[in-house]
């Protein structure tokens, strides 16, 4: 395979690179590489293709099946499903943005394995019923309805797209509805209404230490973006996982996390809880306590990741910026109390 390095600038001034196989389209090579952009006829007719390139060379395999008047290509418009690279460093400019183009549908989930893995929280393993996943971004979201009821509430997948597993990690709560479902009820087989992706946390373009801080389940869209990182082979460079949870009571993945550092060759684990008991071994404190800034490297160049309630994700953001971490490199979601309702 002969590779050429593309670079796509999306309408919101993300840009997303990678290495494009040039016996493939521009349009395939994307998908390979996780990234949807816009299609219909994928035989260079509909023109929804349509993009404006600003840099490289192209060709296509056969001229006359091009829709794009001269007037078009002389400002520099391509159609990304039948032009195939010919130079390096082809730069396309998007006219959307990248989420836009993965469909929020209505579909089922289907329970296969349901445990607990601390005494706070389950984890929740399912398929989509009748089989075909759907695409997402790791770090994006679902809304699953509890089972009975038209009570909805939003979940982080920690399984990375194209796989034929979905996964959650869920906290529960006194009294909440999902958690009461899932402590009394929950059990393979059951099937809950599901919705998406949503969500603009996602994995972004990296230059320097990858900073991810996660508080308790947060920990879930964390997963998903290293598992994506691994499965393409995308593990180089360094990543600081700081991981908070309440009490010792609640630790769980402390096996999991230690067992990615055989995937990832630069990767530092630093685990809290607030209180524990005797024998604790890790830090006593915050998620955000634990990071110091010899793990940040050169903060200006660093890219951080920070999930889990509002309060956490705040304090992390401060104490990033204080740090010197640049606002547009520090990416949040925070898990909202949803309320009884
Ligand atoms: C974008 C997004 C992604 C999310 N992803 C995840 C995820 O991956 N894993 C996960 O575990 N949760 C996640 N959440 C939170 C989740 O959607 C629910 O809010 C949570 O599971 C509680 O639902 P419940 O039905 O059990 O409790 P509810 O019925 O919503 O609440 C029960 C009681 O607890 C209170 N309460 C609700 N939330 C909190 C809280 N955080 N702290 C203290 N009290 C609270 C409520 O006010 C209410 O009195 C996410 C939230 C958002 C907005
Ligand atoms: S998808 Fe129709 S022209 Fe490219």
């Known amino acids: 395979m002969t590779g050429t390095s593309v670079e796509l600038t999306f309408s919101d001034r993300e840009v997303v690179s990678f290495i494009a196989d040039k016996s493939v389209s521009l349009l395939e090579a994307a998908r390979k590489n996780g990234v949807h952009l816009a299609s219909d006829c994928l035989s260079g007719t509909c023109q929804t293709c349509k993009c404006a390139m600003t840099g490289g060379e192209i060709a296509y395999e056969d001229e006359r099946a091009i829709s794009l008047d001269d007037g078009a290509r002389a400002a520099g418009a391509i159609l990304p499903c039948q032009a195939k690279p010919v130079s390096d460093a082809i730069k396309l400019n998007l006219p959307y943005t990248r989420t836009s183009q993965l469909p929020r549908r209505a579909r089922k989930f289907l329970i296969t394995a349901?445990?607990?893995?601390?005494?706070?929280?389950?984890?929740?393993?399912?398929?989509?019923?009748?089989?075909?996943?759907?695409?997402?971004?790791?770090?994006?979201?679902?809304?699953?309805?509890?089972?009975?009821?038209?009570?909805?509430?939003?979940?982080?997948?920690?399984?990375?797209?194209?796989?034929?597993?979905?996964?959650?990690?869920?906290?529960?709560?006194?009294?909440?509805?999902?958690?009461?479902?899932?402590?009394?009820?929950?059990?393979?087989?059951?099937?809950?209404?599901?919705?998406?992706?949503?969500?603009?946390?996602?994995?972004?373009?990296?230059?320097?230490?990858?900073?991810?801080?996660?508080?308790?389940?947060?920990?879930?869209?964390?997963?998903?973006?290293?598992?994506?990182?691994?499965?393409?082979?995308?593990?180089?460079?360094?990543?600081?996982?700081?991981?908070?949870?309440?009490?010792?009571?609640?630790?769980?993945?402390?096996?999991?996390?230690?067992?990615?550092?055989?995937?990832?060759?630069?990767?530092?684990v630093l685990v809290a809880a607030m209180s524990h008991g005797d024998g604790w071994r890790d830090s006593t404190g915050t998620a955000v306590d634990l990071l110091t800034g010899d793990l940040v490297g050169v903060p200006s160049a660093a890219t951080a990741y920070l999930c889990g309630p509002p309060p956490m994700v705040e304090s992390a953001r401060h104490k990033l910026l204080e740090m010197g971490v640049s606002r547009a490199q520090i990416f949040a979601e925070e898990f909202q109390p949803t309320g009884a309702n």
Do not use: W
């Open 114 to 268: 349901i445990k607990r893995v601390s005494d706070s929280v389950f984890e929740v393993i399912g398929k989509c019923e009748g089989g075909r996943m759907f695409a997402y971004l790791p770090g994006q979201y679902v809304n699953l309805t509890v089972p009975g009821t038209t009570i909805i509430r939003s979940y982080s997948m920690m399984t990375p797209p194209e796989q034929d597993e979905i996964g959650f990690l869920i906290r529960t709560l006194p009294n909440g509805a999902m958690s009461t479902y899932l402590s009394t009820s929950a059990k393979a087989g059951d099937v809950l209404p599901m919705t998406g992706p949503f969500g603009t946390f996602y994995r972004r373009r990296e230059t320097g230490t990858c900073i991810m801080i996660a508080g308790g389940t947060g920990l879930a869209p964390v997963l998903s973006m290293l598992r994506e990182r691994a499965r393409r082979r995308d593990t180089a460079g360094p990543i600081v996982i700081a991981f908070g949870v309440n009490t010792d009571r609640d630790l769980f993945y402390r096996t999991e996390l230690e067992a990615l550092k055989a995937t990832f060759p630069d990767l530092h």
